[in-house]
């Protein structure tokens, strides 16, 4: 180990001896009909480490640690936990392993409280009736710990994404998973919030736990962290190892603080990656959308959450709308797209004043909308790709015929 990296894991608050490693995944392969998504792997996180798992969409990341965590099944291959080889077939297998999952996509019941999603599984019972006091007072505890503030009888359904993230942190702290795993993490975050899971991130890698009250020494029992991610910037200020996947395949490892995002970009794709990125001076045109005193009330209508906003947006330019997650934008983009309705002001699109016309008539004059969340609100996931690609033009003569839609 280098002095430099020796001087990253000091500051970080743990050591560690070289070979302790708390998971090793060993030669994993995993073959889909048609398609080898991971290509003979092997992957070792050391105890009280942040070991990011970078590569290109596509390259595997999700795929292998949805192998640790017991969604999917290894074509070949072992995974050890502190040296002993288990068995993970569903992820209550790796729950009883202490490993935890936040994945890209969170899986919570958006009726349900968020006390009640933390406890899903794991619920305290006295006789034939839940006992919530007392998980209350462990996830206030942990959220207090952790700077993960929630409402615990907030439902799913009325807080942020950003919240609900922090929702899926604290089951995984609940159940005192000593292994986490977080998937894309800050795909669906603002800048505030992906500045936060850092910090939160780092807090957890370094946490010292006592575990004996009496008679025994105190030992440092890190949380070890997977953070898979594609974003360098991230990987360079919170891990200390990555390892870098290719098209399935296993490129290497490295220790951080003894490498470049170039080398780590050229490792992920292939080639030498320029950070530098010219631009023409640019030169909009006409303008396309005009918002006039837009007013769009919040989700739960109890006030307004966009208030006499007014701008344009010009042919050929980018119009950037910032703001911490809650603060408006998704009402704008809602009553923008025709979603939510307006409650004062105008908007007009080429022109022609579309402020109380349909989704589908802004669809038809060339109004399209990517949501925040695909999976939620852009996506049918029960279609095939072909059904999804026409579900807003699907009247339309070429997809059409006396009302059935053509196969």
């Known amino acids: ?8 894991k000091e500051r970080r608050g743990y050591m560690y001896m070289e070979n302790e490693y708390v998971i090793e995944m060993l030669n994993i392969t995993k073959e889909f009909p048609g398609i080898k998504a991971n290509d003979n792997i ?13 590569g290109e969409n596509g390259a595997g990341k999700s795929t292998l640690m949805s192998i640790l965590f017991g969604l999917y099944q290894p074509t070949s291959g072992t995974i050890k936990k502190n040296g002993q080889v288990v068995q993970i077939n569903t992820p209550n297998d790796a729950n009883d392993l202490n490993i935890g999952m936040v994945h890209q996509h969170f899986k919570l019941v958006e009726c349900f409280s968020v006390l009640d999603n933390i406890i899903l599984g794991v619920e ?5 009736f839940l006992e919530k006091d ?30 609900q993230q922090r929702v899926e942190i604290l089951k995984m702290l609940y159940r005192d998973n000593e292994v986490l795993i977080f998937d ?29 009250a009496t008679m025994k020494e105190f030992a440092k029992e890190g949380k070890s962290i997977l953070f898979i991610s594609h974003k360098l910037n991230e990987i360079m200020e919170v891990a200390d190892r990555c390892t870098i996947l290719r098209k399935g395949k296993y490129i290497g490892t490295v220790d951080i603080a003894d490498t470049t995002k170039e080398e780590l970009s050229k490792m992920m794709v292939g080639r030498n990656v320029s950070f530098t990125v010219d631009k023409d001076e640019k030169k909009p045109g006409d303008t396309v959308l005009e918002v006039s005193h837009l007013t769009v009330a919040s989700r739960s209508h109890e006030n307004n959450a966009v208030r006499d906003v007014s701008f344009q947006v010009r042919r050929g330019e980018i119009v950037c709308i910032a703001g911490i997650d809650g603060n408006g934008q998704t009402e704008l983009v809602q009553g923008l797209t025709g979603l939510e309705k307006i409650g ?8 022609q004043d579309i402020t109380n016309t349909t989704i589908r008539e802004r669809s038809k004059h060339g109004m399209s909308h990517i949501p925040e969340d695909r999976h939620k609100h852009g996506l049918v996931l ?23 839609i053509k196969s």
């Open 1 to 8: 180990m280098t002095h430099a990296a020796h001087e990253k």
């Open 42 to 54: 092997t992957l070792q996180l050391r105890k009280g480490e942040i070991h990011a798992l970078l």
């Open 124 to 128: 305290p019972s006295k006789g034939l």
């Open 134 to 163: 007392g998980a209350r007072k462990k996830v206030l505890e942990l959220s207090e710990r952790y700077g993960l503030k929630v409402e615990p009888d907030a439902l799913i359904s009325d807080i942020t994404v950003g919240m």
């Open 184 to 212: 894309e993490p800050t795909a669906v975050l603002t800048p505030q919030e992906i500045e936060e899971l850092m910090k939160i991130m780092k807090n957890l890698a370094h946490e010292i736990d006592e575990l004996m």
């Open 344 to 351: 004062g002001g105008s908007v007009k699109f080429l022109g």
């Open 382 to 404: 029960d279609y095939t790709l072909e059904q999804n690609l026409v579900l807003q033009r699907y009247w339309q003569p070429q997809f059409e015929r006396a009302g059935f």
